[in-house]
């Protein structure tokens, strides 16, 4: 289809809950659903407009309400011999009803879920990885995964029983970082703490236990960066295999930083180390 032409050749829009388009969106909202189907939700201009630009060939369809009018403008920066994907057109109240969002945001992209299980990251010089170990909250997960890319991260580890990636939450807080950087999932901390130390890459845990502060770690060289669940924070076993355990200086009357927060300052440290190194 020719990008130009996309809004005039559009189908008629589906009005019945029953179509299977809308089952399948539907099914989408739940980890079993995108695993069974190998898809995940994309919703929202800015979101889809990063998909298309990274993993294009990787939408199955994009869904937009009757109402949305900014499909040519957001097809006419595609990356030079793309394929438009196929589209499809809901009915603006039906299309409300399915929307993971309060206020809907008038475009979905239906994904193909990435197979990233390469570790091998480990083994680049300077890495620097992120590790959320059994974040549970889609928002803090997104916004970590959103801060790695941009502070420099080269992949995001996630520990077994962290928050599903591809969950709409999670993906719409990552604000188009998942479609950047290699996340991978379900993986056993203790072995990648093994594997790191192999490969000569220091680990460097988030707690208030911490012994030292970030300025006094040296992110100069290949790090993992952990940061723990929201509730229980990293988990002992983890935290004593860790070769350095860091804490963020707050003031008395704070109790805790968020963990998405704790992670982001962390992250810019590492990364203005680097910066620093680069420039002198």
């Known amino acids: 289809m020719d990008f130009a032409s996309a809004s005039r050749a559009l189908p008629e829009p589906i009005t019945s809950?029953?179509?299977?388009?809308?089952?399948?969106?539907?099914?989408?909202?739940?980890?079993?659903?995108?695993?069974?189907?190998?898809?995940?939700?994309?919703?929202?201009?800015?979101?889809?407009?990063?998909?298309?630009a990274a993993c294009c060939a990787d939408i199955e369809e994009l869904v937009i309400s009757s109402s949305f009018e900014r499909l040519d403008n957001l097809l006419a920066n595609l990356p030079q011999n793309s394929s438009c994907p196929p589209i499809k057109v809901v009915d603006e109240k039906l299309f409300k009803e399915v929307s993971g969002t309060d206020t809907p945001l008038g475009i979905i992209?239906?994904?193909?879920?990435?197979?990233?299980?390469?570790?091998?990251?480990?083994?680049?010089?300077?890495?620097?990885?992120?590790?959320?170990?059994?974040?549970?909250?889609?928002?803090?997960l997104g916004t970590i995964i959103r801060s790695s890319l941009a502070f420099g991260a080269d992949a995001v580890f996630l520990t077994w029983g962290s928050v599903d990636p591809y969950n709409p939450k999670v993906v719409r807080a990552a604000a188009g970082a998942l479609f950047a950087l290699p996340v991978i999932e379900d993986v056993d901390g203790l072995e990648l703490l093994n594997q790191a130390k192999a490969a000569g890459v220091q680990s460097v845990s988030l707690a208030a236990s911490g012994d030292r502060t970030l300025k006094e770690v040296d992110f100069k060289r290949a790090s993992l960066l952990m940061v723990g669940n929201e509730a229980h924070g990293i988990e002992p076993a983890?935290?004593?295999?860790?070769?350095?355990?860091?804490?963020?200086?707050?003031?008395?009357?704070?109790?805790?930083?968020?963990?998405?927060?704790?992670?982001?300052?962390?992250?810019?440290?590492?990364?203005?180390?680097?910066?620093?190194?680069?420039?002198?």
């Open 17 to 52: 809950a029953s179509n299977p388009l809308i089952k399948r969106i539907r099914g989408l909202g739940s980890r079993t659903g995108r695993k069974k189907t190998g898809l995940f939700l994309a919703e929202g201009e800015s979101v889809v407009r990063e998909a298309l």
């Open 109 to 140: 992209a239906l994904v193909k879920l990435p197979q990233n299980n390469d570790m091998a990251v480990l083994g680049s010089k300077n890495a620097l990885i992120t590790v959320a170990c059994s974040i549970s909250d889609p928002g803090n």
């Open 238 to 280: 983890l935290l004593a295999k860790s070769d350095l355990v860091a804490s963020i200086p707050i003031a008395a009357e704070s109790e805790s930083l968020n963990a998405a927060v704790a992670h982001s300052i962390a992250l810019y440290e590492a990364s203005d180390q680097r910066r620093k190194i680069q420039s002198s």
